[in-house]
C-alpha cells in the first residue's frame, strides 16, 4: 500500500525566498506530524494536526514556519524568509489517530538546503 | 520534561554476533517506548514498540527490546546481526497523555562482514 509520501525529495533555494513543501499522509490516518531533522542529530518535533486544526505547533521555531492541512489530507509546510540554519531533512509522519499507542508511519523527508 | 538518550554514536558488530544498541528516557509517568530505523536516504521505518505488559517485546527483522522500568531503559536487541542491519537506529518516548515524540540523537550501526 502507499506509505507517506513528501515533495519535493530535494529543495534548494536561497536565503531569504519562501517554500513550500508537501506531504501526502497515508490513506485514513487522522494524525499528521512535521519533523526537522539536522545532521548527525534525531527529528525534532515542529508541528501536529489532527484533522485540519493544529492540535500542537509548540515546536515550531519562529513565526516564520506555518503549516497547515486544509482538507484533513494533504499538509504543506511554510518557511518565510529562509535562513541558512533552516537547512535541514524536514520529515512529514501520519498516524491513524494522535497519541496513545500508536506508531508514526514517516515519509521519506525534504533535504532542504539554504544558500 | 521527556527525553531520551542514546549513549553511543557509534556501535560496530561482527556479522552473526548478538548487538545490543542502548536506549534509557526520562518522562513523567509511565512511557510509550519506540524503536525505528533509518537507511540512507530513506524514511524512518518502525521496529517496535512498548505499550505494555511483556518487558520483552519483539519486533521487525528479528529484533527485539526489554522494558526495564527500574533502570528507565529500552534496549534494542537482536541474537544475530546481519550485514544488512547496518543503518541509524532511533529511540523515542512518548508519555500517555502526549502526541509528539522524543527521539534520541541515533545510533549508527555497523555490522562488518
Known amino acids: 500500500g502507499a506509505g507517506v509520501s513528501q515533495t519535493p525529495s530535494n529543495k534548494v533555494t536561497e536565503k531569504g525566498k519562501y517554500v513550500e513543501l508537501r506531504c501526502d499522509p497515508i490513506?485514513?490516518?487522522?494524525?499528521l506530524y512535521w519533523y526537522r531533522q539536522s545532521l548527525g542529530q534525531g527529528p525534532e518535533f515542529l508541528i501536529y494536526?489532527?484533522?485540519?486544526?493544529?492540535?500542537?505547533d509548540s515546536g515550531l521555531p519562529n513565526d516564520r514556519f506555518f503549516a497547515v492541512r486544509p482538507e484533513g489530507s494533504v499538509s504543506t509546510l511554510k518557511i518565510q524568509r529562509t535562513e541558512r540554519g533552516d537547512s535541514a531533512v524536514y520529515l512529514c509522519?501520519?498516524?491513524?489517530?494522535?497519541?496513545?499507542?500508536?506508531?508514526?508511519?514517516f515519509g521519506p523527508g525534504t533535504r532542504l538546503t539554504v544558500l | 520534561a521527556q527525553s531520551v538518550a542514546q549513549p553511543e554514536d557509534q556501535v560496530n558488530v561482527a556479522e552473526g554476533n548478538p548487538l545490543t544498541v542502548k536506549c534509557t528516557y526520562s518522562?513523567?509517568?509511565?512511557?510509550?517506548l519506540f524503536w525505528y530505523v533509518q537507511y540512507p536516504n530513506r524514511g524512518l521505518q518502525f521496529l517496535l514498540k512498548?505499550?505494555?505488559?511483556?518487558?520483552l517485546v519483539k519486533g521487525s527483522y528479528g529484533f527485539e527490546a526489554e522494558f526495564n522500568k527500574s533502570q528507565t531503559s529500552f534496549h534494542l536487541k537482536k541474537p544475530s546481526a546481519l550485514v544488512s542491519d547496518s543503518a541509524l537506529y532511533f529511540c523515542?518516548?512518548?508519555?500517555?497523555?502526549?502526541?509528539?515524540?522524543?527521539f534520541g540523537t541515533g545510533t549508527s550501526l555497523t555490522v562488518i562482514p
Open positions: 523515542a518516548v512518548r508519555d500517555l497523555t502526549g502526541n509528539q515524540f522524543y
Open positions: 490513506s485514513g490516518h487522522t494524525a
Open positions: 512498548y505499550i505494555t505488559g511483556d518487558n
Open positions: 509522519a501520519s498516524s491513524i489517530v494522535a497519541g496513545g499507542i500508536y506508531e508514526q508511519f
Open positions: 518522562v513523567s509517568g509511565n512511557p510509550y
Open positions: 494536526f489532527q484533522g485540519t486544526g493544529a492540535a500542537d
